[in-house]
């Protein structure tokens, strides 16, 4: 019995083929790599909780010609899935959560949000494997932390995932990835892949953003616990609703390294040049202005910026949950609002669901914009959340959570602004742990 025991040990620690099994490649979108070894079954699961939600605001202004804001009570119906499935080749992943808000003082707020995460790992040969992501949804209002979830074995944060959203209106978003990997020996291994994305708002105030982006790296490992490596990114984003466009180039150097069994670090640094083509409104002279009647005009401006590129990651992985905390400073698309920024972002989360009859998880994130674009100003964010469920009886949990946004411009006054949301109520899902909330 001891020896099928070790026997079984060694079989699901041993990597497929010469599929690689050193510390996540942070570059490479991977999350740390001890979170896919247990085997995580598809667990389907139901919520209905009472809210309040506080800063519901349309794209709209009110008779003063304020910025339209307004709190309300609700119920809130949710349900999803969340899962991992092995075959000997192949490793599926999936995080689906679906739900309908309903408020009793405002139905104009009334919405349904969905989220989808999908993962998809195939080996084909000892040397060649596809890796494929999937990130997509809607909502109107949008309280998303980037983070780790336990089961997609990609880090969303290396999305083109909309998370700084400042009105309540309908987004529809999908980032799609794809990427051949080539071992070519137990050290090196090389990486071509692409990435396209789009982030649609329904307000036509708003500008929605759409793009592509093309990648290849080499990573050669070292030891067994630390690997380095180079890559090169292309990357273009395009508007809808304003003359406008963004074309990157990036070369950057990685280095990831495995701490311990569960410690994992990673990281990359560079310099990104952002070509830049804008419509931007200036104003005009006031002689020019007083004869044509308009204060400004729109003029298209072009400019190339070299922008220093980093990000970095440690991360503890738990059987059921993992920690972690990153910084990072790169181009973005926007938010729909202020269009290419140069962003900076940190933030800490931290899931588990190791006690008997206890789930708890917790995210904070800040960013710090400089708009590239349309505008030009800083804007940027600081949020949070936590959630805990408590198992009553087997498969019927209470769960409870908060989430806040503090909206901060140095630049724009009216743009600050806090938001909160609370719910409680009750959830099922099937099994002996507890209801677990990403």
């Known amino acids: 019995m001891n020896l099928y025991k070790v026997l079984t040990c060694l079989s699901m620690a041993a990597p497929v083929f010469a599929q690689y099994a050193g510390p996540a490649i942070l570059s490479r979108g991977e999350a740390p790599a001890a979170m896919s070894a247990p085997q995580i079954d598809f667990r389907p699961f139901l919520t209905v909780t009472g809210t309040y939600d506080t800063g519901l605001a349309g794209v709209s202004v009110n008779a003063q010609g304020q910025l339209a804001s307004s709190a309300s009570y609700g119920v809130q119906y949710t349900g999803g899935i969340s899962g991992v499935h092995s075959w000997k080749h192949t490793k599926l992943s999936l995080d689906y959560v679906g739900a309908y808000n309903q408020y009793f003082q405002n139905t104009f707020y009334d919405s349904s949000n969905q989220s989808l995460s999908l993962g998809l790992y195939h080996q084909f040969s000892r040397r060649f494997a596809l890796s494929l992501g999937e990130s997509a ?6 309280f998303t932390t980037l983070g780790l979830a336990q089961t997609v074995p990609f880090d ?12 309540d ?6 980032t799609t990835h794809a990427d051949v990997i080539y071992q070519k020996n137990a050290r090196l291994s090389f990486d ?15 500008y929605s953003a759409s793009g592509e982006s093309a990648r290849a790296d080499v990573q050669y490992r070292l030891t067994r616990r630390t690997s380095f490596g180079a890559q090169y990114n292309y990357s273009h ?12 180039h990036a070369a950057m150097v990685t280095f990831s390294t495995r701490l311990s069994h569960w410690w994992e670090f990673s990281a990359f640094g560079g310099v ?8 931007q409104e200036v104003a005009l002279d006031p002689a020019v202005a007083a004869l044509l009647g308009y204060a400004t005009a729109a003029q298209l401006v072009y400019k190339i910026s070299y922008i ?39 933030g800490s989360g931290y899931t588990y669901t190791g006690l008997r009859r206890w789930s708890f998880t917790s995210q904070v994130l800040y960013e710090r914009g400089n708009s590239l674009g349309n505008l030009v100003g800083t804007y940027g964010d600081i949020s949070g959340g936590v959630s805990v469920s408590r198992q009553i009886v087997r498969s019927v949990s209470f769960v409870a959570g908060a989430d806040a946004r503090r909206y901060q411009s140095a630049t724009y006054n009216q743009y600050n602004r806090t938001v909160y949301d609370a719910h409680i109520g ?3 899902s099937p099994g002996a742990i507890p209801l677990r909330l990403w």
Do not use: C, K
């Not at 999305?159 to 400042?166: A, E, G, K, Q």
């Not at 209106?169 to 999908?174: D, S, V």
């Open 137 to 142: 949804g809607m909502y109107s209002q949008n």
């Open 156 to 167: 969303s944060s290396q999305s083109y995932l909309p998370v700084t959203d400042f009105y």
């Open 169 to 174: 209106n309908r987004t529809i978003f999908n």
């Open 192 to 206: 071509f892949g692409g990435s396209e994305f789009i982030n649609r708002r329904r307000s036509a105030a708003l």
């Open 237 to 248: 984003f395009g508007y809808r609703g304003i003359i406008g466009t963004t074309d990157t």
């Open 272 to 279: 990104t040049r952002a070509e830049n083509r804008f419509e």
């Open 308 to 346: 220093p590129t980093f990000s970095g990651r440690l991360s503890r992985t738990f059987h059921r949950g993992v920690f972690w905390v990153s910084g990072a400073r790169a181009v973005t698309s926007g938010n729909g609002l202020f269009l290419t920024s140069t962003m900076i972002t940190g």
């Open 426 to 428: 009750l959830g099922w």
